[in-house]
């Protein structure tokens, strides 16, 4: 299952983005979803994970400014992210996983997008 993840950008400090992660051959609507990021120079982290009953989870650095969600209809997950923080700068990928419970492990994610850029200025 290819992904794409787009919605990354160049903001500032206290800003709002909105990653979507769609997936355009195939669907992902019975597995889980889940976002990463790494920043330069770092190990790829967990971010954020939904899963087939749309259960959520979410990393210490993110929970309480961030919001996962997916489009079944659309075959869709999107991240919301809020109060944005330079810390936040990195590619940010999505990736499924072939079963249907949200994970933060990297290991259970076999399929992966490209990457999208976000960079938060201070």
């Known amino acids: 299952v290819q992904l794409q993840a787009f919605g990354g950008g160049l903001v500032q400090a206290g800003d709002s983005l909105r990653l979507s992660c769609v997936a355009p051959?195939?669907?992902?609507?019975?597995?889980?979803v889940g976002w990463f990021r790494q920043a330069p120079g770092k190990e790829r982290v967990f971010v954020a994970a939904?899963?087939?009953?749309?259960?959520?989870i979410y990393s210490d650095s993110v929970k309480g400014r961030s919001t996962i969600s997916r489009d079944i209809a659309k075959n869709a997950v999107f991240l919301q992210m809020n109060s944005l923080k330079p810390e936040d700068t990195a590619i940010y990928y999505c990736?499924?996983?072939?079963?249907?419970?949200?994970?933060?492990?990297?290991?259970?994610?076999?399929?992966w997008g490209q990457g999208t850029v976000v960079t938060v200025s201070s």
């Open positions: 939904v899963g087939y009953r749309s259960g959520t």
């Open positions: 990736a499924s996983t072939r079963g249907s419970v949200a994970s933060s492990r990297l290991s259970e994610y076999s399929y």
């Open positions: 051959r195939r669907t992902f609507s019975n597995n889980a």
